[in-house]
């Protein structure tokens, strides 16, 4: 049975999200214990900063959640109110909407589907991705592509980083008079980056933990790149600051932004946090002279793009329906697979048996027509054998029923 489980931004504040959070660097070794520890045949886990979600095939889920509070060393009771367990098929229809950005913070935004294959690999790599769950993940990209080729999802879509930016205009009167510092160097950043810079800032800095990488960001925007270990000697420099690293403690305490905030005497700051776990303490965001944003807070502002994409929303479920019913069609096939092997197994055994002993009696110098004739008969009683007396045993509604499933299986015509 394939079944996910998870928590997200629908299910859970960000205080629980980022404490069942995985670093993308310890995935791995996360897939790794699962599969040692429970008894599940196939898993693959999405953790982005909106949700963590483990996708999974397996008699019962109840092992799972106890290895994923166990993970994280938290107590049953504070996150199982927050989680949310899809079975088949809804578990697909799950995949299916996530793929397609329809369970996004953001309806119809694009990067959620990056993260899921980027999940894949690592699974793939892991050697946790099964047959059923490369499947559904494969046709979890196919009806993402149909989803945004054929309806309107992505149309004027409000990127998160597109939400900053919008914030940060509530304050300055012009990005491009304010100095910016992104830290990280991942797909988020690089997104808020190229949203900054198209408003011309005055200022670009990189703050990464490896140095190359910040610096081969920073040149795309002609920047500058720092260490992480600097940011306590620039801080105060930047008039606006975007986070988002992988980090699972914060990067910027309340003691180093009350030392930035004086040496600016005051200046205002604007502050985005989009990392879960987050970057930034909390406490930052009661300073007067801060203003400090989460990734749930940049949720409210892109709620009014949302009404603009029911109609484009409703295309995309009907597209889903189907393929849902369409892969369920697929996992219910493979259930047939044993019993179509066995039968064949089975009526191959009969075939070489029979063969073998026609070759001994042509051996014996008994007539070809004669033995072509015995192999037939012999042949044919053995594979309708079991069948026959099948329906000769069987009474009532189950002879009614075999009686129905033989006239299918063999296209018999029984009428008159």
Same mark, same amino acid.
């Given at each position: 049975?394939?079944?996910?489980? /998870?928590?997200?931004?629908?299910? @859970? ?5 980022? +404490? ?36 999974? =095939? ?24 927050? !989680? ?18 329809? %369970? ?43 989803? +945004? =080729? ?23 009167? =012009? ?15 690089? !997104? ?5 810079? @198209? ?9 990464? $933990? ?14 500058? @790149? ?12 930047? %008039? ?6 992988? =980090? ?6 309340? /003691? ?7 040496? +600016? ?8 946090? !989009? ?20 990734? %749930? *807070? ?24 189907? +393929? ?10 493979? *259930? ?8 064949? *197994? ?5 075939? $070489? ?51 129905? @499933? ?9 009428? %008159?």
């Amino acid at each position: 049975m394939i079944f996910t489980l /998870g928590i997200n931004h629908h299910s @859970a504040p960000l205080a629980i999200r980022e +404490r069942v959070a995985f670093p993308t660097e310890k995935l791995n070794q996360a897939l790794a214990d699962l599969t040692r520890k429970q008894p599940v045949k196939e898993v693959a886990i999405l953790s982005t900063c909106n949700r963590t979600e483990i996708y999974a =095939s397996a008699d019962t889920p109840e092992a799972v959640i106890d290895w994923l509070v166990d993970y994280h060393q938290m107590a049953p009771g504070e996150i199982t109110p927050y !989680l949310y367990l899809h079975p088949q098929p809804e578990a697909i229809r799950h995949a299916f909407r996530v793929a397609s950005g329809l %369970d996004s913070m953001v309806v119809g935004e694009p990067q959620i589907l990056g993260q899921m294959k980027d999940a894949v690999r690592i699974a793939d790599e892991s050697g946790t991705l099964g047959t059923q769950l490369h499947k559904l993940f494969q046709r979890a990209f196919s009806v993402a592509k149909e989803v +945004r =080729s054929t309806t309107a999802i992505g149309a004027n879509i409000v990127s998160m980083a597109a939400a900053g930016v919008h914030l940060a205009e509530r304050i300055f009167e =012009s990005i491009g008079q304010q100095r910016i510092l992104f830290i990280g160097a991942g797909e988020m950043i690089e !997104l808020c980056a190229a949203h900054f810079c @198209a408003h011309h800032p005055r200022q670009v800095t990189i703050a990464n $933990r490896t140095l190359e990488r910040g610096r081969a960001l920073s040149e795309r925007f002609s920047g500058q @790149a720092i260490r992480l270990d600097e940011l306590g000697e620039h801080l105060a420099q930047h %008039d606006i600051v975007v986070s988002c690293t992988a =980090s699972p403690l914060p990067i910027i305490g309340l /003691g180093m932004v009350e030392r930035a905030v004086k040496a +600016r005497r005051h200046r205002p700051m604007f502050m985005v946090d !989009l990392a879960v776990p987050r970057d930034i303490e909390e406490e930052v965001g009661q300073l007067d002279d801060v203003f400090l944003y989460t990734v %749930d *807070d940049l949720a409210q502002v892109v709620e009014s793009g949302q009404e603009s994409r029911q109609a484009a929303v409703v295309d995309a479920e009907t597209i889903i329906a189907l +393929r849902v019913q369409d892969f369920t069609a697929w996992l219910q096939s493979r *259930d047939t697979v044993p019993v179509i092997r066995s039968l064949r *197994d089975t009526a191959e055994r009969m075939r $070489r048996h029979e063969i073998e002993h026609a070759m001994k009696l042509l051996a014996k110098g008994e007539p070809v027509e004669k033995v072509l004739e015995h192999l037939s008969l012999r042949l044919t009683n053995k594979l309708l054998h079991a069948p026959t007396q099948a329906l000769n045993l069987a009474e009532g509604s189950e002879r009614h029923a075999l009686q129905l @499933a033989a006239a299918r299986l063999f296209h018999l015509h029984t009428g %008159d």
